[in-house]
């Protein structure tokens, strides 16, 4: 006899529950180590797109409190899921990375640029020993690596001994590289010689797929398994069942669920919010449709990497901040379709807000829409 069956979530419940989870529905009283622990890490290739990222889900989120985090060593950029660097809490690098060093080796050596350079003889623990020894007698920039790996290997690109170093080694980026207000090269050393500590002996992949759960679900085995790159994702959920909740979406796919997860009213307002560039709610399933609308999937797709705009609870828009000297700031916003003067209204009021965030001494603030709002003018 077969179990009940399971309850389907139409897009917008699925919406509105991912946006709670995600602190984009109403901003959180978090702090920002519980904060980024709670989403399991953010994407953080734009050294400044977490502050962003944060700002948009934090109540009374400053920039100083996340550089000092990172010059305290209480978090880290280091690369981690979908090979891709990330800000972590340095307690979370040390937990998760150990469960990525399976998949982060195997792109080492099936890289389609420099995986061919890696064959035929070449002693790849000797490259971490190398490397290793490198970055942790001081913290090395790339050109700097990439030179020391060459004279050692002048046979090898030193491009592909770089690679493998910085995808086999638990490596984190120091600052002053990822501090808001400040610039610097990519400067890398061991996660383990920046905090003095060990990564974690035996991770646990079951706590990190509930984890996943609790700030991206209800989820299917496809987006789990797009967002860790993890193999065994199916096995890991059938063990994981009896504690799970299970749901069926619009086209009959099953989500998994943690017990608790929240699923606010579906109709409740969902204010505009402001994404920095590669943000993790964009990233983090195979299928997008919770958050990206099915007609605008593609346009979306090709603009990945530009920092986007929900309304309603939907991308709508891309946007891009630029400065002129110190005193002007402006941020221009191009939308995929034509926004409702209402919707106008709120997203200029959001940009203006975080125009005072992100440039607070610049005495010009300047919004600006791009396309007409369904032929009532130009906002801004």
Not at 179 to 192: A, D, F, K, S
Not at 233 to 261: A, S
Not at 348 to 358: G, I, K, N, P, S
């Amino acid at each position: 006899m077969s179990g009940p069956a399971a309850m389907s979530l139409g897009q917008r419940a699925l919406n509105r529950a991912f946006l709670d989870r995600q602190l984009l529905l109403d901003r959180s009283l978090l702090t920002i180590d519980k904060a980024i622990e709670h989403l399991v890490g953010m994407q953080a290739q734009s050294p400044l797109a977490p502050y962003v990222g944060l700002w948009s889900r934090l109540r009374d989120f400053g920039t100083d409190d996340l550089a000092a985090l990172l010059e305290q060593r209480e978090a880290v950029r280091g690369t981690s899921v979908r090979k891709t660097l990330h800000l972590h809490t340095d307690r979370d690098y040390l937990r998760i990375r150990p469960l990525l060093q399976g998949v982060l080796d195997a792109e080492a050596r099936r890289n389609s640029t420099f995986g061919k350079d890696l064959v035929g003889g070449l002693d790849l623990a000797a490259v971490m020993a190398v490397g290793k020894q490198a970055v942790e007698r001081r913290p090395r920039t790339g050109t700097e690596l990439r030179e020391l790996l060459g004279k050692q290997w002048p046979e090898r690109d030193p491009f592909a001994l770089w690679h493998v170093v910085v995808c086999m080694l638990p490596l984190v980026q120091v600052p002053p590289r990822g501090l808001w207000g400040h610039n610097g090269p990519v400067t890398l050393t061991t996660v383990e010689a920046w905090l003095g500590r060990s990564l974690d002996a035996v991770p646990e992949v079951e706590s990190l797929l509930l984890r996943y759960l609790a700030a991206f679900g209800p989820a299917s085995t496809a987006d789990i398994r797009t967002w860790s790159g993890l193999p065994g994702i199916r096995g890991v959920l059938e063990r994981l069942r009896p504690q799970l909740r299970t749901f069926t979406d619009v086209r009959g796919r099953e989500l998994f669920d943690v017990r608790d997860g929240r699923f606010p009213d579906p109709e409740v307002v969902a204010a505009p919010r402001f994404l920095p560039e590669f943000d993790n709610a964009l990233l983090s399933h195979d299928d997008r449709s919770r958050i990206v609308p099915e007609h605008l999937q593609v346009r979306v797709h090709r603009s990945l990497g530009k920092p986007m705009l929900l309304v309603d609870g939907m991308v709508a828009a891309t946007w891009k901040l630029t400065r002129s000297g110190a005193s002007a700031a402006r941020i221009e916003i191009t939308p995929f379709e034509a926004l409702s003067k209402t919707d106008a209204v709120a997203v200029v009021a959001e940009a203006d807000a975080l125009l005072r965030f992100a440039a607070p001494q610049a005495t010009d603030h300047d919004v600006r829409v791009t396309e007409s709002v369904r032929g009532e003018g130009r906002a801004g």
